[in-house]
């Protein structure tokens, strides 16, 4: 027989307070690990633009091994301002990650690599 299932409140609300500021998600698979990527939305006012409250955004990337107990590590880069972020798979089995960020008259690009490792290098 199945367990009746239950709604609990949580009482760890700290613990999951960073899923408020997730603004999106990617799921990436290669062929000995996969990706997941979360952009997060920082503090109201983060961005620095004047007296607004616009925000900056930073990127919470996890880097795992497919297995019942996988390794991973966890990577938070930023802070970005409107960021573009774009992911391109590789033929070395790694993946790069290009982040076009700031305002608009003055975008930058940076390119990170992620490896078979499970590591992360910025280009």
Do not use: M
């Not at 009746?4 to 997730?22: C, D, S, V």
Request: proline share 3%.
């Amino acid at each position: 027989t199945v367990k009746a299932q239950t709604i609990e409140k949580t009482q760890n609300q700290q613990g999951f307070a960073i899923l408020t500021q997730i603004d999106s998600y990617r799921y990436i698979e290669l062929d000995e690990y996969f990706i997941k990527s979360f952009k997060i939305s920082n503090e109201p006012g983060s961005a620095n633009s004047g007296n607004t409250g616009e925000v900056s955004y930073s990127l919470i990337i996890v880097v795992a091994e497919y297995d019942e107990y996988p390794e991973f590590n966890f990577f938070k880069i930023g802070p970005f301002i409107s960021p573009n972020i774009n992911f391109q798979k590789n033929s070395n089995n790694s993946l790069l990650i290009e982040i076009e960020s700031g305002n608009l008259l003055n975008r930058v690009k940076t390119s990170y690599e992620v490896s078979s490792d499970l590591t992360i290098i910025e280009n």
